[in-house]
């Protein structure tokens, strides 16, 4: 993201802000990532290693992904007060902009920091007139945040739901100036 693009995303009231990804923040990442699969992973009956590397292979695998699919991505620690509250990932296409991931510690959670975050990404799309998408496992609380953002379902797999925003100013006619 452009440094403006990224300012506009920051809060400097709640002291967040966003800093680009760095090889150093993957043990940051990793536990995150991990954090996301306890309660999954809980009903497996496998041994601690057997989780961690499960949970190695899985977070390798989405990293790879991410990079394949989103080139142009734009890859963020999301940090509250200076320490490493979360990640987001956005990719800003030419009519939409997707949120392809977003994850907030539990530490950091109920403190609004991914209101504030998607509130700023649903500004920036409403003045570009782009649509907002993303994917939500249907069983997550984010799930309710995202309807009362003004977020639809627009496809549901059984698993996760695909959901978007689209800006009000979205299929409103341009007003043409007059020729004369």
Not at 1 to 6: D, Q, S
Not at 60 to 74: C, I, L, T, V
Not at 151 to 173: C, K, Q, W
Request: glycine fraction near 6%; charge should be neutral; charged fraction near 35%.
């Amino acid at each position: 993201m452009e440094a403006p693009a990224r300012k506009n995303l920051e809060n400097s009231e709640t002291g967040l802000m966003l800093r680009p990804e760095k090889p150093e923040d993957r043990p940051f990442l990793f536990r995150l990532y991990a954090r996301t699969r306890e309660e999954e992973l809980s009903l497996t009956g496998w041994s601690r290693s057997e989780k961690e590397a499960f949970l190695e292979m899985q977070f390798r695998s989405q990293q790879e992904d991410y990079h394949r699919r989103f080139p142009d991505g734009e890859f963020f620690v999301i940090v509250c007060h200076e320490e490493p509250a979360g990640r987001i990932t956005l990719h800003r296409g030419a009519r939409e902009i997707r949120v392809v991931d977003l994850i907030v510690s539990p530490e950091w959670r109920g403190r609004g920091l991914g209101t504030i975050l998607l509130r700023r990404i649903l500004e920036e799309a409403e003045q570009k007139n782009k649509i907002v998408r993303l994917h939500a496992l249907k069983a997550e609380r984010a799930v309710r945040l995202y309807q009362r953002l003004g977020f639809s379902v627009i496809s549901d797999n059984g698993i996760y739901l695909e959901m978007e925003r689209r800006p009000s100013t979205l299929g409103r006619a341009t007003p043409v100036e007059s020729a004369d």
